[in-house]
């Protein structure tokens, strides 16, 4: 059973998209979730993560733009993107923060032209 990420697509630079995350029974912790990102030829980052008592972090690239939230009632996880850039271009995975090698599942991709 993995996470599962949707929400992608192809969008202009300047524009938005909002991804999210159902995270079924025990895959979703309330201690740490994260959204992950990997770039063609590039490794997975963390591009941000929502953690006890609704804490937040953010990779240095993505700050003010941006937001992760969750539902904790409904175990799901989101990402609001704006002022997409061109180098925001990745396949967009949830997990669990720190991150749990059995929950990867396939991601959503975006893709934004310039």
């Known amino acids: 059973v993995q996470l599962q990420a949707s929400g992608g697509g192809l969008v202009q630079a300047g524009g938005s998209l909002r991804l999210s995350c159902a995270a079924a029974?025990?895959?979703?912790?309330?201690?740490?979730m994260g959204w992950y990102r990997q770039a063609p030829g590039k490794g997975r980052e963390l591009v941000a993560r929502i953690g006890h008592q609704s804490s937040t972090n953010y990779a240095d690239s993505v700050k003010g733009r941006f937001t992760i939230s969750r539902d904790s009632a409904k175990k799901m996880v989101y990402l609001q993107m704006n002022s997409l850039k061109p180098e925001d271009t990745a396949v967009y995975y949830c997990?669990?923060?720190?991150?749990?090698?059995?929950?990867w599942g396939q991601g959503t991709q975006v893709t934004v032209s310039s």
């Open positions: 029974g025990s895959m979703f912790s309330i201690n740490g």
């Open positions: 997990n669990r923060h720190p991150s749990n090698p059995r929950y």
